[in-house]
T-cell receptor
């Protein structure tokens, strides 16, 4: 089990550019979550999917953010256009509800928008 | 809405000693889960321990145990025989059980724990 795999680990981009973060969940997990971590706001849930379908995107900060899950093994979080206030660590996590509510985080992507 | 509060921004402990991290939460629901996550400098979020609200018995995982007081809405983490590798940020988290609430964690602000040799 390779765990939840996120890429890239670090991303530095200029304001206004498009940024795409990627996530490969653990095989067999039917839930996928995107969280954001900042010093000011702590850990926030952005969006989550069940069986590739978005269930709750109420945490997505604004229309510049979008997330997709085209299949069970891949998800993206896109920011277009990026702004300096989007700088944060973005975590992906996957889970299997049938396994007693445990789920696993990836190592995160540290995004810096300059 | 649910809230989670960790009132200790920082804690320190000597190696091999015991330390307790505090967490309180607020909810009007009766069926939920509580978690402690560890985030070392590598920033990986690691699940330390989980407690189901309907279970009265406190969860234990090796050196880690919790004191779950449902009526008081308190969920503290005790680390016994502290090791240098326990140095990390610790987050308390809450999740409602059932329905569409699975996995929607609400996190506390975190407690930075430093273990000194």
């Amino acid at each position: 089990d390779a765990g939840v795999i996120q890429s890239p680990r670090h991303e530095v981009t200029e304001m206004g550019q498009e940024v795409t973060l990627r996530c490969k969940p653990i095989s067999g997990h039917d839930y996928l979550f995107w969280y954001r971590q900042t010093m000011m706001r702590g850990l926030e849930l952005l969006i989550y999917f069940n069986n590739n379908v978005p269930i709750d995107d109420s945490g997505m900060p604004e229309d510049r953010f979008s997330a997709k899950m085209p299949n069970a093994s891949f998800s993206t979080l896109k920011i277009q256009p990026s702004e300096p206030r989007d700088s944060a660590v973005y975590f992906c996590a996957s889970g299997d509800r049938g396994r007693n509510y445990g789920y696993t985080f990836g190592s995160g992507t540290r995004l810096t928008v300059v | 809405a649910q809230t989670v509060t960790q009132s200790q921004p920082e804690m320190s402990v000597q190696e091999a000693e015991t330390v307790t991290l505090s967490c309180t939460y607020d909810t009007s629901e009766n069926n939920y889960y509580l978690f402690w996550y560890k985030q070392p400098p590598s920033r990986q979020m690691i699940l330390v321990i989980r407690q189901e609200a309907y279970k009265q018995q406190n969860a234990t995982e090796n050196r880690f145990s919790v004191n779950f007081q449902k009526a008081a809405k308190s969920f503290s983490l005790k680390i016994s025989d502290s090791q240098l590798g326990d140095t990390a940020m610790y987050f308390c988290a809450f999740s409602l059980a059932g329905g569409t609430s699975y996995g929607k964690l609400t996190f506390g602000q975190g407690t930075i724990l430093t273990v000194h040799p």
